[in-house]
C-alpha cells in the first residue's frame, strides 16, 4: 500500500514526499521482525510520524484513506494511464492532460502530439502492457543467441550473452526482454559494428519489428539498443533492449540490470556509505562536499564478474533470485 502512495507521489513530482515514502519502503523491507501493532511501528528509527500513521492504519485497515482519494482521483487515474504508453513519462502526461487528453482513445485522435517513439508505443499500447510467460520470454533469448551464433559461429563462444531483469531473477512473468552482452575472454576487442550488425540481422529474420533507439558507442564503448519485438504473427509485440558493456564494468552492468530496483537502491545506498557512488558503469571512490556535490577522486574499480562487485564492497554474493526486494 505504501508503494501506491510512493507511485503516485512519483507522478505528480513531489519530491519531497517521494523520498520519505522510498525511504520508508526500505526500512520497512530491511526490518527483521514483523511488525503487528503500533508499539512495533513506534519502535521503528527513521520513518516520520505522518508516514507511521499511514502504517498503522493500514495495519488496522488493509488500506488508508489517502489511498483511496489518490487512487480514485481523476488526474491520477488519466496521469497512470496515458504513463504507460512507452515514451511518455509523467512529466509528458501531465502535459498532454493539461492540453484536454486524458484517455487512450483521445490520444489516438491527437497523434500529432507525439513524436516518433511515443506513436509506437501507442500502436502497441495493449500488447506491451501486457506481462509475458517466462516461456515465450525464453524463445525470444534463444532467437538473439541463434542470430548471433549464425554471424560469428566461430568468435561465438567468446561472447557472453545473458538474459537480465525479472527473468534472470527467476519471475514466472517478465515485462520485457533484456540482453547484455559481453566479451568473456577479458580481451577488449569486438567485431566492427557489432551491435549494428546484429540489429541488422534480428530484422531480417523478423524478429525485430520496431527500432526506438539504434545503439551509439559511448566513451566507455558501451551500446545500447532498444525496440520491439515480435516471434510470430499470432504473437504479441514485445518490448527489447539490448546491451552491450566491456569486460572491466561488465560486473556493474550484470547487477545493474538484472535488479530488483529495490535492491539496486540498497546496493548504492550501501556503497555511498563507504565513500563509493555505485552504477552500471563503475564504483568509483568519491569525496562528497559540504554542500552535498559529489567529486569522484579516482578511478572505477575493475569488476569483472557480480561477484567481485560484492567483494568490493565487502558484501556477501546474493543470488539473482534473491534480489526481488
Known amino acids: 500500500e505504501l508503494e501506491k502512495l510512493y507511485q503516485i507521489y512519483q507522478q505528480e513530482k513531489d519530491l519531497g514526499r517521494t523520498i520519505a515514502y522510498r525511504r520508508a519502503i526500505s526500512i520497512l523491507q530491511g526490518h527483521k521482525q514483523q511488525i503487528q501493532s503500533k508499539e512495533d511501528i513506534k519502535k521503528i528509527k527513521g520513518i516520520g510520524d505522518k508516514i507511521k500513521l499511514k502504517i498503522q492504519e ?60 511515443q506513436k509506437i508505443g501507442l500502436k ?29 559461429p566461430k568468435q561465438y563462444d567468446k561472447y ?13 512473468t517478465c515485462g520485457d526482454v533484456d540482453i547484455l552482452i559481453c566479451r568473456n575472454d577479458f580481451e577488449q ?30 566513451r566507455q564503448g558501451v551500446e ?20 552491450y558493456y566491456p569486460n572491466f564494468i561488465y560486473g556493474f552492468a550484470l547487477i545493474y540490470f538484472t535488479g530488483s530496483d529495490y ?5 548504492r545506498l550501501f556503497a555511498r556509505k563507504k565513500g563509493f557512488s555505485l552504477s552500471d558503469n563503475g564504483l568509483f571512490p568519491v569525496q562528497r562536499c559540504p554542500n552535498k556535490v559529489k567529486v569522484v577522486s579516482g578511478e572505477t574499480i575493475c569488476c569483472y564478474t557480480e561477484k567481485d562487485v560484492f567483494d568490493a564492497l565487502h558484501l556477501k554474493y546474493q543470488e539473482p533470485k534473491m534480489r526481488n526486494l
Open 160 to 172: 557472453n550473452i545473458i538474459a537480465c531483469g525479472s527473468y534472470r531473477r527467476e519471475k514466472e
Open 58 to 117: 493500514i495495519l488496522q485497515n488493509g488500506t488508508c484513506e489517502k489511498i483511496q482519494n489518490l487512487i480514485n482521483d481523476e488526474k491520477n487515474i488519466s496521469i497512470n494511464i496515458l504513463s504507460k504508453v512507452w515514451g511518455i513519462g509523467t512529466n509528458t502526461a501531465h502535459i498532454l492532460y493539461k492540453k484536454g487528453i486524458k484517455t487512450i482513445e483521445q490520444l489516438k485522435q491527437n497523434q500529432h502530439l507525439l513524436n516518433k517513439n
Open 224 to 243: 545500447n539498443y532498444m525496440g520491439v519485438c515480435q516471434l510470430s504473427s499470432d504473437q504479441l509485440h514485445r518490448r527489447i533492449d539490448i546491451k
Open 124 to 152: 502497441y499500447y495493449d500488447e506491451l502492457n501486457k506481462r509475458m510467460h517466462r516461456e515465450e520470454a525464453t524463445k525470444i533469448i534463444q532467437k538473439v543467441q541463434e542470430q548471433i551464433k549464425i554471424l560469428y
Open 263 to 267: 535492491f539496486n537502491r540498497s546496493m
Open 189 to 218: 576487442y569486438k567485431h566492427k559494428n557489432l551491435m549494428i550488425t546484429i540489429i541488422q540481422q534480428l530484422h531480417k529474420c523478423g524478429l525485430l519489428t520496431d527500432d526506438l533507439a539504434l545503439p551509439k558507442n559511448s
